[in-house]
């Protein structure tokens, strides 16, 4: 059974720094593509990073490009998104999913597919 924990989340100032992780059981992450998503009240849900699940290659999204950083640890099976430079418009529940090798796509300026298990997701808050 595919599942996802999200932890890392909370309250942080503008400027700060937080990272997120991304807990997988049930699987391994060479066989499955991990994403990032966020999604801020009333807006729709925007992806934000992936990393490829057969060499770790990544996807950042333009608005947190220079910002963010994806990386795995195959041995704890976990996902990490590090995020720094927070300002408010970060603010959102940021989710974790998963989607099978064959079945999703990663590239430098493209993450896509079906991403079929899903985190509960884990809030984000940037304020002063």
């Known amino acids: 059974q595919v599942q996802l924990v999200e932890s890392g989340g909370g309250l942080v100032q503008p400027g700060g720094s937080l990272r997120l992780s991304c807990a997988a059981s049930?699987?391994?992450?060479?066989?499955?593509?991990i994403g990032w998503f966020r999604q801020a009240p009333g807006k729709e849900r925007e992806g934000v990073s992936c990393i490829r699940s057969s060499d770790g290659s990544p996807y950042i999204a333009n608005s947190v490009k220079d910002r963010f950083t994806i990386s795995r640890d195959n041995a704890k099976n976990t996902v990490y998104l590090q995020m720094n430079s927070l300002n408010s418009e970060d603010t959102a529940v940021y989710y974790c999913?998963?989607?099978?090798?064959?079945?999703?796509?990663?590239?430098?300026?493209?993450?896509?597919?079906?991403?079929?298990?899903w985190g509960q997701g884990t809030q984000v808050t940037v304020s002063s």
């Open positions: 049930g699987f391994t992450l060479d066989a499955y593509t």
């Open positions: 999913a998963a989607g099978r090798m064959g079945q999703t796509i990663v590239g430098r300026t493209t993450c896509g597919g079906a991403f079929d298990s």
